[in-house]
C-alpha cells in the first residue's frame, strides 16, 4: 500500500521560513517524480514544484520560484521529498499536497498517480 505523509506545517510570519517534507513508503522511490501542491482557502489546487526521480531536473510554479526550493533523498531509504520554504507570504497560506508520478516529470496534477493527505502552512501578515 502506497502511503505519502507529509509534515512540517504550522504557522508562521511573513518573512520566516519552513520546510515541508513528505515520506514515502510502499513505493519504489527513486522511480517516481514527486511533486507539491497547494490549495489555499476556496481556491483549486495549484502546482508549486516538481523534481524528477533523479533529480537532475525542477519545475517551479513562477509565484514561489527563487523563494522555495524542492529537493529528495533516495538514499539509504530515507524515501523523502522536501521542500523549502523561504520568506514567506501571507499569500502562501494553503493545505500542502505531495503527490508521486511514475510517468515523465510534469506540472499537472492528472499526471500524479499518488497523494498525500496535506499538512496546513498559515502565514500570518
Known amino acids: 500500500q502506497v502511503q505519502l505523509v507529509e509534515s512540517g506545517g504550522g504557522l508562521v510570519q511573513a518573512g520566516d521560513s519552513l520546510r515541508l517534507s513528505c515520506a514515502a513508503s510502499g513505493l519504489t522511490f527513486s522511480r517516481y517524480n514527486m511533486g507539491w501542491f497547494r490549495q489555499a482557502p476556496g481556491k483549486e489546487r495549484d502546482f508549486v514544484a516538481a523534481?524528477?526521480?533523479?533529480?537532475?531536473?525542477?519545475?517551479?510554479a513562477d509565484a514561489v520560484k527563487g523563494r522555495f526550493t524542492i529537493s529528495r533523498n533516495n538514499a539509504n531509504a530515507k524515501n523523502t521529498v522536501y521542500l523549502q520554504m523561504n520568506s514567506l507570504k501571507p499569500e502562501d497560506t494553503a493545505v500542502y499536497y505531495c503527490?508521486?508520478?511514475?510517468?515523465?516529470?510534469?506540472?499537472?496534477?492528472?499526471?500524479?498517480?499518488?497523494w498525500g493527505q496535506g499538512t496546513q502552512v498559515t502565514i500570518s501578515s
Open positions: 503527490a508521486a508520478d511514475a510517468s515523465r516529470l510534469s506540472r499537472l496534477q492528472s499526471n500524479y498517480d499518488y
Open positions: 523534481i524528477s526521480w533523479s533529480a537532475d531536473t525542477t519545475y517551479y
